[in-house]
């Protein structure tokens, strides 16, 4: 009798593990996004420490435009590793929700773990100028120009934020160098 239940306390976290893995891999591999979410949800019902499917998970819910239940899924991850990647997606969540300043602190975080995160750089501009702090978005568009200078969205906020404060020289300045880094 002791043998069995040594031998079941052993083999089951086994089998547990390759089938959370099993599911993980599933839902990975589909196109229907609710059978992503379906499929991630048993990977972490079986296995509750599985980040990657909490992450993925939200990436799912976010593109079913269910932000509040992907935000819920990031902070799982966020509470448990921070990293810049999931604290980006949260705040492109918050961002599809407006809210803007939940998404200004979620790219900020992001930029704290890897200061070259040019796309959280980016949607940190863009979060301020929707916010309305003109100044501060055209000071990360330089940052997003600095690290990439064919960056024509950069150049292309950067430009409407210069006409918002009434420069126009700038503005039109950026203007042209959108047309000039993509014609189209």
């Known amino acids: 009798m002791k043998k069995n239940t040594i031998l079941i306390l052993i083999v089951f976290p086994i089998i547990t593990f390759g089938q959370a893995n099993k599911f993980f891999r599933q839902a990975l591999k589909s196109n229907d996004l609710n059978e992503r979410i379906e499929l991630f949800t048993k990977a972490i019902e079986l296995e509750p420490k599985k980040l990657d499917a909490y992450f993925h998970r939200g990436i799912a819910k976010n593109d079913l435009g269910d932000y509040h239940g992907a935000i819920v899924d990031y902070s799982k991850i966020i509470v448990t590793e921070p990293d810049a990647d999931t604290y980006y997606n949260r705040g492109n969540s918050r961002y599809s929700l407006q809210d803007f300043e939940g998404a200004k602190e979620d790219y900020q975080k992001a930029i704290e773990v890897d200061p070259y995160f040019i796309d959280a750089i980016y949607s940190l501009g863009c979060a301020k100028y929707d916010l309305g702090d003109f100044e501060a978005a055209i000071l990360d568009f330089n940052k997003v120009i600095k690290i990439d200078p064919y960056y024509p969205k950069a150049y292309n ?10 420069l126009n020289k700038k503005a039109l ?8 880094i993509d014609p189209s």
Do not use: E, G, I, N
């Open 173 to 180: 300045s950026d203007f042209t160098m959108v047309v000039l």
């Open 157 to 166: 906020l950067r430009a409407y934020s210069h006409t918002h404060l009434k």
